[in-house]
Structures are given as structure tokens and as C-alpha cells.
């Protein structure tokens, strides 16, 4: 098979769909309306596909798309899936993943496992019913440190990521989970507050912006001041901007055309 009519959008009672090891190209609009799936299998099209953008799967309990070429990759309509227990997305050249992934909260099993990903995200903590995550076979060069907080998980596959750190490589979740507490409380944190100030001109900008410098200054390793008319601030001389400052303060003051 290599065409799915739209008109699919009618089975609404539909609970399984299975469109493994066809020619499919892509994936009509309408199956993102069928919002009574529950298991969905399109692994094995071995030809790029492309998913529909908009999907309402709240039902979806079950996502295989192994060996399937993902040309636009996952959509963030994915984070409305709200019951999904195990996605397979093994082998789809897949290079991220989207934040929204990470609001699937009742995913069991999570399968990314040869594709090209080089990290993923930080939001990854909000899994916390993930029992099984394979990353084998990508190009990660680190972990989210909050993995680390995931104590359901039995099974985390890392081997063959060349260029991940050999400690985060080990066969024994326990192990890697450790690694990543460890760097955690290594850590220090850095505090960082950006403040825009628009308005009309001659209503105070400089002033309010002028008085903040005056008493954030101190408080600051990292202070900068961006804004049209910085001379006329009469601000004291500011330090030299630190990246690796652990407070870091940015004002910007603009005025709006009247």
C-alpha cells in the first residue's frame, strides 16, 4: 500500500491501525481526527514518510515507528497524547526530539535507539514512569542531569555514542544514574534576570533604569546595559561582562515611537 485516503477520518470508533511494512509516503490529515486510536503501527515503510502536523490521540496507548524515515520529524502535537505508555522511534533519522515529548508523563517505554540525536532535553525529568529508554546508536555527546532523578527505570541503553563520556556508557542504570547525581551536586547555581524597559520618550526610562544600575551593580558579576542613549544615564562605571558569572543581570531600555 502506498496511499491512505483521507477519508479515514470517518472510522471513528477506529481502536487499532496497522500500516506496517507497506510503501507508505505520508500519512493523510484525517488519521490526526480518528481520536479514538489506541494502537498505531506504521513500522517498516522503508521510504521517507511525513506525519500529519495536527493530531488529537488522546486515547493512544501504543506508537511503533520503527525503520521509518521521519522527514519532518515528531510533531509537537505529540505532547497531547496524554495516555501513551511505549513510543517506538527506533531508526527513523530522527536528529531532536520536541520539548512537548516530555509532557507524555505516563510513558513506559521509549525507544530512540539508532537515530542521530546529540542531546535531548532537560524536560526529560517530567518522565517519571519511564522504565525502559534506549539511546544506543546516536551521536549524544552528554545526558540530561535530571535522568538522573529517574528511579523507575530498569532498562537505559547508552552504548555505541562514541562521543559520550565512558562513565555514562555503563550497562547498569544504577551506575549512570549516579554519574548524573553526582555533576548535579557539583554544580552551582546561576541566577539570571533580564529586564526590558519600553515606553514613550521623556517618561523616565533613563532614571528608573539609571537608579536599578546604581543598586544591582554590586550584586553582580555580569552586569549589561544595552539601550539608545547609554551616555545620558550617568551611571558609574561598569565592571567587564563574565560569562561564567553565577549572577547575571541584562537591562535594555528602548523607547516606543510615539
Not at 94 to 100: D, G, M, R, S, T
Not at 161 to 168: C, G, K
Not at 218 to 246: M, Q, T, V, W, Y
Request: glycine content about 4%.
Amino acid at each position: 500500500i502506498s496511499y491512505i485516503s483521507d477519508d479515514i477520518s470517518q472510522l471513528s470508533t477506529l481502536r487499532i491501525l496497522n500500516l506496517s511494512k507497506n510503501k507508505l509516503r505520508n500519512l493523510p490529515p484525517g488519521i490526526g481526527k480518528c481520536q479514538n486510536i489506541q494502537f498505531f503501527k506504521v513500522h517498516d515503510n522503508h521510504i521517507p514518510l511525513s506525519l500529519p502536523v495536527d493530531f488529537n490521540w488522546q486515547h493512544l496507548y501504543h506508537i511503533d515507528f520503527r525503520n521509518v524515515v521521519l522527514s519532518g520529524g515528531i510533531p509537537d502535537a505529540i505532547g497531547s497524547c496524554y495516555n501513551l505508555q511505549q513510543l517506538w522511534l527506533r531508526n527513523c533519522s530522527l536528529k531532536e526530539i520536541p520539548f512537548n515529548l516530555c509532557t507524555c508523563g505516563t510513558l513506559i517505554s521509549l525507544d530512540l535507539s539508532l537515530n542521530k540525536l546529540v542531546s535531548l532535553p532537560d524536560s526529560f525529568c517530567h518522565l517519571t514512569n519511564l522504565k525502559e529508554l534506549l539511546l544506543n546508536d546516536n551521536k549524544l555527546i552528554s545526558l540530561p542531569l535530571t535522568l538522573g532523578f529517574l528511579t523507575q527505570i530498569q532498562s537505559l541503553v547508552t552504548h555505541d555514542n562514541p562521543r559520550l563520556p565512558v562513565e555514562l556508557r555503563s550497562s547498569k542504570p544504577d551506575a549512570i544514574r549516579a554519574v548524573l547525581r553526582e555533576k548535579i551536586k557539583s554544580q552551582k547555581p546561576k541566577h539570571r534576570l533580564r529586564l526590558m524597559v519600553l515606553g514613550e520618550s521623556g517618561v523616565g526610562k533613563s532614571s528608573l533604569v539609571a537608579t536599578l544600575s546604581t543598586r544591582w551593580i554590586s550584586r553582580s558579576e555580569n552586569f549589561i546595559l544595552s539601550g539608545e542613549d547609554e551616555s545620558a544615564l550617568n551611571r558609574p562605571s561598569l565592571p567587564n561582562a563574565s560569562a561564567s558569572g553565577h549572577c547575571s543581570i541584562h537591562i535594555s531600555y528602548w523607547s516606543i515611537p510615539e
